[in-house]
T-cell receptor, first 113, second 116 residues
Framework: AQSVTQLGSHVSVSEGALVLLRCNYSSSVPPYLFWYVQYPNQGLQLLLKYTSAATLVKGINGFEAEFKKSETSFHLTKPSAHMSDAAEYFCAVRNQAGTALIFGKGTTLSVSS | GAVVSQHPSWVICKSGTSVKIECRSLDFQATTMFWYRQFPKQSLMLMATSNEGSKATYEQGVEKDKFLINHASLTLSTLTVTSAHPEDSSFYIC????????????FGSGTRLTVV
């Protein structure tokens, strides 16, 4: 069955520092992977997605992620954190049926000035 | 871009009453819609998948008779929480998917349900 594991429930960085949010996946088929951001009491906004094309995926707001099959990873990075990046981030994989998304437990990103 | 509208954004109801949550795709046809439940500080748990014109497929452990899902058109799916109890209090989020994975999954803004 498909699953994702997000390492670190809480990540704190200083403004301007590198952001690295970790996600490892388990999939019995070539995975479709996603990163979403959620602000309090709001829905999810897509940051980027991997659908078997380029392994380095660029998303919105300066985020990018690299698909590494050998490491079964899809870590999210941003070179320089901004205060507005503080939010909850979810990694997700499409389920085996190819329909719904299965989410990780989420990582809370805090950005300090 | 694809927009999903979810209403209401928050609702308070008394125990024993029913609450209906609507999820509409505004600028695309959603052949498939999904309903998730999110507890505070936790991840999204898939409740059910609904396809237009057919019965919803519920995940294991989700009560079909309590969480009624209707997907009567390509732009509207509804979730009705029947005979609500305080333990049903949660954040419910819908998601819609157009044809082709390239279209992605678009999420509604969520509904905060509080049962008192």
């Amino acid at each position: 069955a498909q699953s994702v594991t997000q390492l670190g429930s809480h990540v704190s960085v200083s403004e301007g520092a590198l952001v690295l949010l970790r996600c490892n996946y388990s999939s019995s088929v070539p995975p479709y992977l996603f990163w979403y951001v959620q602000y309090p009491n709001q829905g999810l906004q897509l940051l980027l997605k991997y659908t078997s094309a380029a392994t380095l995926v660029k998303g919105i707001n300066g985020f990018e992620a690299e698909f590494k099959k050998s490491e079964t990873s899809f870590h999210l990075t941003k070179p320089s954190a901004h205060m507005s990046d503080a939010a909850e981030y979810f990694c997700a994989v499409r389920n085996q049926a190819g329909t719904a998304l299965i989410f990780g437990k989420g990582t809370t990103l805090s950005v300090s000035s | 871009g694809a927009v999903v509208s979810q209403h209401p954004s928050w609702v308070i109801c008394k125990s024993g009453t029913s609450v209906k949550i609507e999820c509409r795709s505004l600028d695309f046809q959603a052949t498939t819609m999904f309903w998730y439940r999110q507890f505070p500080k936790q991840s999204l748990m898939l409740m059910a998948t609904s396809n237009e014109g057919s019965k919803a497929t519920y995940e294991q452990g989700v009560e079909k008779d309590k969480f009624l899902i209707n997907h009567a058109s390509l732009t509207l799916s509804t979730l009705t929480v029947t005979s609500a109890h305080p333990e049903d209090s949660s954040f419910y989020i819908c998601s819609a998917r157009a044809t082709g994975v390239e279209k992605g999954y678009t999420f509604g803004s969520g509904t905060r349900l509080t049962v008192v």
